[in-house]
């Protein structure tokens, strides 16, 4: 088989790239390790930047995601027992929409689906070759198989386990990491959310987040820890220590109700640089992670899309590399300011067991001067919403 762009992974990044390819003429191939309804059935994030819904609209996928939606137009922000609103609208003029990973990936995958362009499930083995070169070619197995692809490029959007970033040489990688000593926690619930907007919530005993994915369903997190298992946590468990973390008023409105998905997440933070060599580009997850409580996994997984799909149209269309030369650093630039609000905003909420009584007054002092100054306010709203490309 031949392609333009092979790309590996049927996540976001993937599924983005490969209809924003399609849309503007540039064949490309998508290979999963997992079958569709796998990938469709893990809960991950749920809060879309204004330029990450932009994209999704330009594949013609974004209809059902205006329509169900919940444009929220700020957060708020709890701590000493008390709740603060950060209004995006007033700061900075956007907002963002609350809508499930789950469902843009349905989105996008329905839209592939109609426009004929190929996406293989369960494929395994996926292996790489002459990346380094013009012709670079992509292995793996199906139904027992062997097959090839032939490509002029190959997008590595196969997540942080996937295989692609392997194949930048050891002495051209250099990888930043950071684990934080704690996981969270997620419940999924068909309950009303607690309050109209998501509410971050600060407490000595660890973080809680009161997020929703509708009207009628609450998507909820607590800080845990990294010893812990989904089994040490029965709803009672969750509920009884989520009340104990949310502010009076809050915590009276929650309805506690039979989880339908409950996980757990170590957070860390991850960059490797480069995020291309040679034919191989990396996009996503596949180059780095940010901690969830930014919300910036999904949304710099567009951002690097977008880079690189303004790169190989140009390419395509063009003959120039001079994007394709650029993708890196200025993939990299946007993921690096997304990382700091990410390392910030974790490092604001939650409870470090090791931090002595001093930090924890600096994260008081943090919170209050946040939510006393219209500068701080801005500054955070500003990177919530998304930076500007
Ligand atoms: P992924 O969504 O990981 O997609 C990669 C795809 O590649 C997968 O479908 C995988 O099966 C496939 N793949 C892997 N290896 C191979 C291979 N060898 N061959 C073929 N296919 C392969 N972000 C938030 O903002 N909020 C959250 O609450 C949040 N929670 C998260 C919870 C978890 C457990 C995880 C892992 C992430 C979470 N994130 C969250 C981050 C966000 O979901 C990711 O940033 C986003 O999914 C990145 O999209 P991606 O397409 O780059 O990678
Ligand atoms: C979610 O709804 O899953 C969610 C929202 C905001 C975050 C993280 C997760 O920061």
Redesign the pocket.
């Known amino acids: 088989m031949r392609t333009q762009v092979a790309i590996?992974?049927?996540?976001?990044?993937?599924l983005l790239l490969g209809q924003l390819l399609s849309r503007q003429g540039v064949a490309n191939v998508i290979?999963?390790?997992?079958s569709a309804q796998y990938?469709l059935g893990r809960v991950?994030?749920?809060?879309i930047e204004t330029g990450t819904a932009g994209f999704i609209d330009e594949t013609g996928a974004g209809a059902r995601m205006h329509r169900e939606g919940l444009v929220h137009d700020g957060i708020e922000i709890a701590f000493a027992g008390e709740r603060h609103r950060i209004d995006f609208r007033a700061l900075v003029g956007q907002g963002v929409i609350v809508y499930g990973?789950t469902e843009i990936t349905r989105d996008l995958m329905d839209s592939r689906a109609r426009s004929g362009a190929e996406t293989l499930y369960e494929?395994d083995d996926?292996s790489l070759h002459d990346v380094a070169g013009t012709k670079p070619r992509v292995r793996y197995r199906k139904g027992g198989m062997e097959h090839e692809i032939q490509a002029e490029f190959i997008a590595g959007?196969?997540?942080?386990?996937?295989?692609s970033r392997q194949y930048i040489p050891a002495p051209l990688l250099r990888t930043f990491e950071r684990q934080y000593p704690f996981g969270w926690l997620?419940v999924m619930v068909d309950r009303p959310p607690v309050a109209p907007e998501l509410i971050y919530t600060r407490h000595e005993r660890g973080f809680a987040l009161c997020s929703m994915r509708s009207a009628t369903r609450s998507r909820l997190y607590v800080q845990c820890s990294l010893e812990d298992r989904v089994s040490d946590w029965p709803d009672d468990r969750f509920y009884e220590e989520l009340t104990r973390r949310l502010d009076g008023a809050t915590a009276a409105k929650l309805e506690p109700g039979a989880s339908i998905e409950k996980?757990l997440?170590p957070l860390r933070g991850f960059v490797a640089e480069p995020m291309r060599y040679g034919s191989l580009f990396l996009?996503?997850?596949?180059a780095h992670v940010v901690p969830?409580t930014g919300?910036?996994?999904?949304n710099?997984?567009a951002s690097d899309v977008h880079y690189l799909r303004e790169a190989l149209v140009e390419y395509f269309r063009t003959g120039s590399r001079a994007g394709i030369e650029a993708y890196s650093s200025r993939a990299l630039a946007r993921v690096w300011k997304a990382e700091r609000f990410s390392w910030w905003m974790t490092s604001t909420l939650h409870t470090f067991p090791a931090h002595s009584g001093f930090e924890s007054r600096m994260q008081e002092a943090e919170l209050t001067y946040l939510v006393g100054s219209q500068a701080a306010r801005a500054a955070l709203a500003e990177n919530y919403v998304g930076l500007p490309y």
Do not use: F, N, W, Y
């Open positions: 590996i992974g049927a996540g976001p990044a993937g290979l999963e390790r997992r990938v991950r994030a749920g809060v990973q494929v996926v959007c196969d997540g942080s386990h996937g295989v997620g996980s997440t996009a996503g997850d596949a969830p919300a910036k996994g999904l710099l997984a």
